[in-house]
Each structure stands twice: as C-alpha cells, then as structure tokens.
C-alpha cells in the first residue's frame, strides 16, 4: 500500500490497523522531507536558540544545548520520557501508532529525515511490534511516554513483544536486518510530541466496535420478532419527520431484517398492543443517534490521522520552525467521550431489551424464558450479568476529557486526558459485545417458543448460526460458556457478515 501523508481513508487505516499490508511511502513526499529537514539542520549550525533543537524541553526550554551535544540530547530524551506502566498496548494500536507517526513526520513539517520515516516502516512491514506500556500519557505535549517507548525501540535500547515475550530490541532488529535509528537535532522531540497513541486506540476502538454495532442491529431485530413487537415504528416516513440521518438508516436495517416475518405477519390482526416499550420501538432514535456519533468520531479521528500535531513545526517555504500546540489532542479526547456515550448506550438499550423478554408480562413468553419456571430459572440471572456490565459501562462512560492535571512544572498546565479516554473503550466495547450475546441467547430462546413459526430469512440466518454453537435451552444448563461463544461470534464479526453488503441496506460507516 502506497502511504499518501495527509490523504489516508478509514479504510486504509483499518488496513494498517489490521496488518495485512506492506507499505510505501509516496515518492511525491521526499520534497518536503528533505526540505524540512534542511531548515533544521541550518538551526543545529546555528546561534540562534531554536526550541527542541538546542534548547531542553518543557520547563527547561531556556536552557542552551552545545552543539556538540545535540544528539545526545535527543537520545536522552527518549530515555528519560519511556516511563510508561501497565499492560503493554495490543499489537493493532502499535501497528496504526507506527504508520499514523510515519504519515504524520512524512508530511514534511517536523523537520526529520528520511531515515527516520524510512526506520518506522521497516518496523510495520517487518511485522515487529515494539512493548509499549498502555498507562503513562495524560495527551498533551503529545503522547510522550508512549511514544518514547516505540522510538527507544527503533533506537535498539528498548524491546519488542514476540510471540508475546519481550526481547531486547537490538536483537531482534539484527535478526530482521533494521540497522537501529541514529537519531539527530530535533528528530527525538518530532517523534514523541503528537497524538498518535490516543488516535491510534481510538480508532482501535472504531474498527472493533464496527462488527458490535451490526450485531445489535441484528439482535435487536430478532428480539422484535420474539416479543411479537410492531414493525411500525420503522416506518421510513417517522424518520423522515425528523431528518436525523443515523436514525433513518437504522429504521432501513430494521425494516429491512424484519421483512416477510412469518412472525410479525401472524399477529397483525389479533395483538391487542397499541406500542411497544421503548426499548423495541425506540431502537433507530436510540441506536441511530449513536451511529451519528460514532460518525462523527469517526471523521475528527481521520482527520488527526492524516495531522501534523508536532512542535516545533518547521515552515520550510519560509525557512522558519514555529512553537505551537498541536500535540493537545483535545479533539481525539472529546471524540473518544463522544464515543464511550455511544457504545455505552448500545448496550444499555440491549440490556433493556434482555429484561423485556424475560418479563411474561412484557413479552408474553413464559417467565424468564423457560417452559418450566421455578425448578427451572432460565435467564434470570443472565440478565443480572448483563445488567452489571451495562452499570459498569455507565462508570466507564463518564468523560475523561473534563479532568486535567497540570505536569511540566505548571508549563503544561492543561491536558486532554485524551490517552485514557480512548484507552477505555476497548473494555466498554467487551461489556456491550457480552450483553449484546446474552440477548442472542434469549432472542433465540423466545423464538423457540414461537415455532413453528418463522422470521425473515435473515433473522432465521442469525437463530441458525446461533445454534451451530449454542443449543436451544429448555432446561437449565451451564450458560456461561454459551454466552462466551454467541459473545465471540458478537466481536470477532461472524454474526455481522450476515448483513454486510446484502442489497437494499444504507451504508453504516463511512457516511458523511
């Protein structure tokens, strides 16, 4: 894949973010690289105090490097900023790390060589994965710990995760023929300020959130057809009404997956219903206003993808290197709050849809969806599951990104938090995908008792594949295994392809 700084798509990120891609950088960008990295040279050579070039970082910046000293400064800074703690990051956050900073530098406005950029990509299409602690960054001055760790690697001082041990950097960049990274005048700082952690794991979280966000459709669908539930509200001229796009396109899946129920056609004239509770006719304002969230996310984290959010950054057409902020990534921090609210509510509303069904007097289903309740107490308490992880969800969903504490000796005195705030939505998105299997189980459970009635061919598709690794309950039985598999099947996208690309449904994701 050709890496074009400043024009990645979505889609070539989740490429990168996938891993299954060798990638080079576009001829049309060495111009700039080495312009850039002519300005900087010029400030090394000169007397003038230049910021990250001669000068020390943060509350230090007045202090004066000698020029003999300026590599070594750089050196040192990547090795008093590797500070990092915790588990080390997942290896498809390292890999979009590694090719976002490699675009980001590529654009030719931080000043570094080719080498550096050239460093960074022969790690990625090695394969090689640097051991960065997951904990460490509050997102301002850029991801700096984080950041450190990935550059000390490069350096042949850090270590690399193989087959899930760490080794010593050195070593295993020999044995992959990568010389380690002489870094020069500024080529540190250009490394470690910018966003590329916090951007990186949020759009972790977008990519792994994708197949989640299919599967509630589906399952929110198949539990309609369970509860006997109007198709009503899905009436495209309701969501016209109102002109919210995710909302309208939601409505499409809905009517969509539920048409030609055999279910839904059995009741027209003898349900005695007037409205449905919210949690079934509510589900494209809910979930659709989600989607326009995630949307919108979606876009602030492309756009930070393709971002130069150094500092100094170096104007080679003017020859000058100018301090700003665009390392405070404010912007991936409120998206990746937007985000935690999103995902939150998907499954909070799936959550709801789980006490509907195990509510005879809701559903009309027997008690907690079992023939024979009190020897038998059916989904009792897998709904209780469920509603722990919705509660713990609603904790993981408060914004990160209204704290901030000072660091730098008050020279960085306001901070995103943005790290944190995308960090956490990878266990949010492992909460909802949990719920939303629990609520496969139980939708599939109620079918059961519909039968020998049928849903629509695609709804029938989902209680089948289902079924291939979970068997109808009808006395209780071990149930935490079931909900890992129908969970598996929720995350890891098997349920969802059921519905990607079928005709006739709205694009979800890339929508404007």
Known sequence: MELMPGALTLEQLQRLHAGDVQVVLAPSAFAAIDAGAEVVARAAA???????????????????????????????????????????LAPAVVRLMIALKAASLARGFSGVRFEVIDALLAVYNAGLIPYIPSQGSVGASGDLAPLSHLTLALMGEGEFLVDGERLPAMGVMQAAGIAPLQLAAKEGLALINGTQTSTALALHAFFTFEPVLESALIIGALTVDAARGSDGPFDPRIHQLRGQPGQIDVAAYYRHLLAGSAIRQSHLDDDDRVQDPYSLRCQPQVVGACLDQLRHAALVLLREANAVTDNPLVFADAGELVSGGNFHAEPVALAADAMAVAIAEVGAIAERRIAMLIDAGVSRLPPFLTSNAGLNSGFMIAHVTAAALASENKSLAHPASVDSLPTSANQEDHVSMATF????????????????????????????????????????????????????????????????????????????????????????????
């Open 46 to 88: 000169g007397d003038a105090a230049v910021y990250g070039v001669n000068t020390g970082f943060g509350k230090l910046a007045s202090t004066r490097i000698a020029s003999a000293e300026l590599d070594t400064l750089q050196r040192n800074l990547i090795r008093s900023h590797s500070v990092g703690v915790g588990e080390p």
């Open 421 to 512: 705030a995308a960090r956490r939505l990878h266990p949010m998105i492992a909460n909802v995908a949990h719920i939303l299997g629990i609520e496969w189980l139980a939708a599939a459970q109620g079918i059961e008792f519909l039968r020998p009635l049928r849903s629509s061919v695609v709804l029938e598709e989902a209680h089948a594949l289902l079924r291939t690794r979970c068997a109808a309950m009808m006395t209780d039985h071990y149930l935490a295994p079931d909900i890992e598999r129908a969970s598996g099947m929720v995350a890891d996208g098997t349920l969802a392809t059921l519905v990607r690309a079928r005709p006739g449904l709205p694009a979800l994701w890339y929508a404007a």
